[in-house]
């Protein structure tokens, strides 16, 4: 009887051992149970939403819309107690914002969530239980499956962000809303939006329409690498009118992502001064929206006349964004000018400061309070960390770690961005074989190596640290068809590290699991680079 018992048992540990190897799904979930047998969708299917919460809904409408598109299969919401076959969306208060229940067996697949949040979780990880073509049109209603398993799983990370920078390159908002699905595919909830640059500003302001009609517009663009030092002659721009932003936020919030604008200063503002030159250390300086790239040593002047500027430019965009943060980059400012500046110099020794850096801490607290006073919360690069923030203004760590640290220690919450591993315009594969590129070398066991759980920080300390963000920033990436390649397969590195729990790196299995989803995101036609995945 003995025997028998240990035989059944190692019967079962190796068909769970062999079952978790046919679950390809990234992000990893936080407990996964392998059940045998699959769901069968059939035509006479029911979707049930045992609760009143109008969120719901909206899932099972997504639910029913993306299998009738991949199928044609029409399945029939409607409302009632639990049952015990079909499809049934069942509210469990108990459960986390966006924490969720995935529970699938031959008869039933039941959906448990707090809300809306996280049954739109659980809906991305099914899908990921079915075949590939669920994302295309090519499904047919034979094929219409999904692998049995009990899932519990909530994000590590309330942060899960992607940026795109549109300064550069001006992106449609056809390509912005795609950018948002596939975020959503891989349960990313932060969309940061890097509206301008030197190089280009992409946000329509009314109170100042020069900024459109002007800073939007440069002459010509670099051709080759900075080195070449070419151009084309030709101008070019774009930017999103006020209208056209409420419609991408709408858009992101069906699926539960929220957008983050980032307007830059005092630094990256030479566009703003080739339409405002008054906003310069040089008023009579002809300024021109910038056609290099690199970082510009045309920064704005920190006169009263600027501060004014830019708290009306913030009124209209926290008009228009309902998120609580407000990115004000803060990085990467020069500063000649102000050491040049006979102004600045008065300024520095009226306010007691030591130096220049103490004069751009100076800006940065006057927008901090402009912003807090507005009832909104201040982010930028860890930069803005020099000098002092307000306790509630948010850090992002790209150079390295190190400024993540200092700001979690200073208790201000942070969100890490280390350009060694989540830069995604460097090369991820040998140069030789890949499209231009600014440089470096960051692959895809490289991004996945990240660990947020720092050393350095206490366990108090490491709670400030509230998520991940990966970059594309678009010097050398001007399509969305090349941005796309630049963000993929790195970006499922991010998921899967800002959403499932902490444990030893195994990028072998994490490997094994993107390569199994490929069929998915070839049926999403997503233009990823394929080097070592097939």
């Given at each position: ?18 079952a978790q190897e046919s679950y390809h799904l ?173 190089q280009g500003w992409r946000i329509e302001i ?308 993107v390569k199994g989803i490929l069929p998915g ?14």
């Open positions: 009887m003995k025997s028998f018992l240990w035989g059944l048992c190692a019967f079962l540990f190796c068909f769970s051992l062999q990234v992000p990893k979930p936080a407990k996964l149970t392998p059940v045998p047998g699959k769901f069968i969708f059939q035509k006479n299917t029911v979707i049930t939403l045992s609760t009143q919460d109008e969120s719901f809904n909206a899932v099972a409408t997504m639910l029913k819309d993306q299998i009738s598109m991949s199928s044609g299969l029409n399945l029939v919401i409607k409302s009632g107690s639990a049952t015990s076959k079909g499809i049934v969306f069942v509210q469990n208060t108990s459960l986390g914002d966006e924490a969720y229940r995935l529970n699938i067996s031959n008869k039933k697949i039941e959906i448990q969530a707090k809300s809306g949040k996280g049954a739109f979780y659980a809906l991305q990880t099914l899908f990921q239980l079915m075949p590939a073509q669920i994302y295309s049109n090519e499904l047919s209603t034979q094929e219409m499956t999904a692998l049995a398993c009990q899932i519990e799983d909530a994000p590590r990370f309330s942060y899960r962000g992607m940026m795109l920078d549109v300064g550069r390159y001006y992106f449609p908002v056809s390509f912005i809303k795609r950018f948002l699905d596939l975020m959503a595919v891989y349960k990313l909830n932060t969309f940061h939006w890097h509206l301008t640059e030197d009314k109170k100042y329409p020069k900024l459109t009609s002007v800073s939007s517009i440069r002459k010509e663009t670099m051709v080759g690498h900075y080195r070449d030092q070419k151009f084309d002659n030709k101008p070019y721009g774009g930017f999103y009118t006020q209208e056209e932003i409420k419609d991408v936020i709408a858009y992101a919030s069906k699926k539960f992502i929220t957008i983050i604008p980032e307007i830059e200063m005092p630094g990256h503002s030479q566009a703003v001064l080739a339409a405002y030159p008054e906003l310069g250390c040089n008023p009579d300086k002809i300024y021109q929206v910038a056609t290099k790239w690199g970082i510009s040593e045309d920064v704005l002047c920190p006169r009263e006349e600027t501060f004014t500027f830019m708290e009306n430019v913030l009124t209209e965009v926290m008009a228009l964004f309902p998120g609580q943060y407000i990115h004000i980059g803060g990085d990467e400012c020069p500063k000649k000018q102000w050491k040049e500046s006979r102004f600045c110099q008065d300024l520095i020794k009226k306010l007691g400061l030591k130096d220049e850096h103490e004069l751009q801490s100076y800006f940065i607290r006057r927008i901090d309070k402009f912003v807090t006073s507005k009832g909104k919360k201040l982010l930028g690069w860890d930069e803005i960390l020099e000098g002092g923030l307000s306790p509630n203004a948010m850090v992002m760590s790209w150079r390295g770690t190190k400024g993540g640290i200092e700001a979690a220690k200073q208790n201000h919450d942070v969100v890490m961005s280390p350009n060694s591993f989540f830069y995604l315009d460097y090369y991820q594969a040998d140069p030789k074989t890949q499209p231009l590129a600014i440089g470096g070398n960051l692959t895809l066991s490289k991004s996945y190596s990240f660990e947020p759980d720092l050393p350095e920080l206490s366990a108090e300390e490491a709670k400030h640290i509230v998520g991940i963000q990966a970059n594309v920033w678009t010097e050398y990436i001007s399509t969305p068809a090349y941005a796309e390649y630049m963000t993929f397969p790195r970006a499922l590195a991010l998921s899967e590290i800002s959403w499932s729990p902490k444990q030893p790196k195994d990028y072998d299995d994490f490997l094994r699991r995101m070839d049926a999403l036609k997503i233009n990823y680079c394929p080097v070592g995945l097939k």
